[in-house]
């Protein structure tokens, strides 16, 4: 057959719907399951993809919700305003002022013209080197530096550095500076407080910080405020006890006087006979809490809470008061002190001068060792004890002041003949000042002993009695002799004032030996005799040269300090004494 023939034959095919699809050219044969297994993934493909719109647009709402907040939403901490710290009067001691912390996100900041970079070192008080070296870091957030004045913070901005952003914060500012110290301490960068009153009102003072959500772009810029999550609450103002002007005098009195002995080290304490309330509290060497840059371990120690040290002879008023309040002896008993030294087991006891026959008032207007010791052994160890712990001795402060010390009394049932002569005139136990000031306040008192408070009291407290009002009485009588001509504290006298009191040198226990050229001199007085309102202690550490005791380096301090205080206070003068009477041969305290 023609090739014309063939085509003719399709054409009529064509026309007579025979299916295209028939041509033996086009036909491919398929297998059946091919077709099926498309149409299965086409189906699991939609019901997947079905599935994970549900997942996404159902289920999973919070959480994407959350990753775009994490990307745009920030929440904003808002400090609160830490209290004031004020004296008694309302003389600001502490307060808060607004500074601004300087903050960057890195990888914007690397973008910076170098000169701008330049310009932020310079306001930041650093060197290129250490800005470029916190730029460096691989997290999203860097301090640049905390607390900046609000005067630099503003230039920064105004540098308009992508990436640079400042957050409000507060810096604590010390108006009296090393003056109160040791009494108010100092707070951290954080603003948590980390010395003294600070840090023991930490959750009175510090307050709630609250916090606000806001939308922020991709330079860190707050462009819309959400919502306000917490209010900040801010911390109460704290009045304590401290008086600014005795706390001044006590100051400079310690400061002269370390510098006038050459001293290691010297402190006082001020307290109100009255309420138990602390009055001043001072140490030299000290610091100032608006620069910490060069602070030292010296200057850090509150050497009136936190050193003990053996009182030496101001604990003998203890011993005589307990011996008197038991009717073991009168003001008049006599006591043969020999040649000035005796002997127990091994051991020998001196006095500075022989005193020979001499009655109790004479023991502690002279400060005899050996009658003080006479005493002591003629009464129970346990008594002794007792008497040491009821004013505080050797058990933990509870005035809620960090540091404090109990210092050391050993149990009584160890105690040999030669060690309980050694306590009873305050060697082998320790104490701190502020702990031997309080004991005082039995003798000041009606014999009675009330809590220690640095925190301004409206009510006197209720005390506790140790000994009885005649005890107590009977010794005001014997420590005002301490301080007129023939006491060992003539130095202590004040003009116009009736003062009595004790002085105290120990020979610095090191390297288990008493040191022969080491002393902390000591004297614990009371003010005005007709009606005590001040109890004064005051303690100098390693006075140099050849005058170390008591009588002599503290006790011109107490003369000062209560001179002073008490005419700041406008207490009435109840003596016609005009200047201080030092007699050429006037005895000099004992150890």
């Known amino acids: 057959m023609s090739r014309g023939s063939n085509l003719n034959t399709s054409r009529v095919a064509a026309s007579k719907g025979v299916a295209f699809s028939k041509s033996p050219v086009l036909a491919v044969r398929l297998p059946t ?24 647009q159902g289920l999973s709402t919070q959480f994407l919700q959350k990753q775009g907040e994490i990307r745009y939403a920030r929440t904003l901490d808002l400090p609160a305003t830490r209290g004031k710290i004020t004296d008694r009067d309302g003389q600001v001691l502490a307060s808060s002022v607004p500074v ?151 100051f400079t009195q310690v400061k002269d006087a370390v510098e006038k002995f050459h001293a290691k080290a010297g402190a006082a304490v001020v307290l109100d006979v009255h309420t138990g309330e602390v009055l001043a509290l001072a140490n030299w060497p000290t610091y100032n809490p608006n620069d910490r840059s060069k602070l030292t371990g010296e200057q850090l120690r509150n050497r009136v809470m936190t050193d003990t040290f053996e009182p030496g002879s101001s604990l003998k008023p203890f011993t005589v008061a307990l011996a008197l309040d038991e009717k073991r002896i009168s003001p008049h008993t006599m ?36 009658g003080t010791s006479k005493i002591a052994l003629g009464m129970p160890a346990e008594d002794m004890w007792e008497m040491f712990t009821k004013v505080g001795f050797g058990q933990q402060p509870k005035w809620g002041f960090p540091g404090a010390v109990a ?107 008493y040191s022969q050229t080491k002393y902390i001199g000591n004297f614990v007085g009371m003010a005005p005799m007709t009606d005590p309102r001040f109890i004064i202690a005051v303690m100098i550490d390693e006075p140099g040269g050849p005058v170390h005791v008591g009588g002599d380096v503290a006790g011109p301090v107490f003369s000062a300090l209560a001179a002073q205080a008490l005419r700041a206070k406008n207490i009435a003068p109840d003596s016609d004494l005009t200047h201080i009477i030092i007699p050429e041969s006037a005895a000099q305290g004992n150890m």
């Open 33 to 56: 399951w091919r077709s099926r297994v498309v149409l299965f993934v086409l189906f699991a493909a939609f019901a997947a993809l079905a599935a994970r719109a549900l997942w996404l």
């Open 100 to 250: 601004k912390a300087i903050w960057a996100i890195p990888d914007d900041v690397q973008e910076a013209p170098p000169a701008k970079l330049k310009q932020l070192a310079k306001l930041l008080d650093m060197s290129d080197a250490e800005l470029q070296k916190k730029l460096d870091s691989d997290r999203g957030f860097v301090y640049l530096k905390r607390q900046v004045e609000q005067d630099v913070a503003d230039q920064i901005v105004k540098l308009g550095i992508d990436g640079i952003q400042t957050r409000k914060e507060y810096k604590r500012f010390y108006p009296q500076g090393e003056v109160t110290t040791h009494v108010v301490g100092f707070t951290n960068v954080e603003d948590v407080g980390q010395e003294s009153m600070e840090l023991a009102q930490q959750k009175t003072l510090q307050g709630i910080p609250g916090s606000r959500r806001v939308i922020k772009d991709r330079l860190g810029r707050i462009v819309e405020d959400i919502e306000s999550v917490r209010e900040p609450h801010d911390g109460k103002d704290l009045v304590l006890s401290i008086d600014s002007k005795i706390q001044y005098i006590a």
């Open 335 to 370: 006591f043969d002190t020999g040649p000035g030294y005796m002997v127990i087991a091994d051991r020998v006891i001196h006095d500075t001068h022989p005193h020979y026959m001499i009655d109790v008032q004479g023991i502690i207007q002279k400060s005899s060792n050996i």
């Open 407 to 513: 210092g050391r009394v050993r149990p009584y049932k160890s105690w040999r003949p030669i060690e309980q002569a050694n306590m009873s005139f305050g060697q082998g136990i320790s104490v701190s000042l502020i702990q031997l000031a309080r004991a005082y306040t039995i003798f000041a008192r009606n014999g009675d002993i009330i809590p220690l408070s640095f925190q301004k009291l409206h009510e006197a407290p209720h005390g506790t009695q140790v000994v009885s009002p005649k005890t107590a009485a009977e010794m005001r009588e014997m420590l005002e002799m301490v301080t007129q001509p023939g006491g060992s504290a003539v130095k202590a006298q004040v003009p116009g004032y009736r003062v009595g009191g004790k002085t105290g040198t120990a020979q610095k226990f090191l390297n288990g030996h």
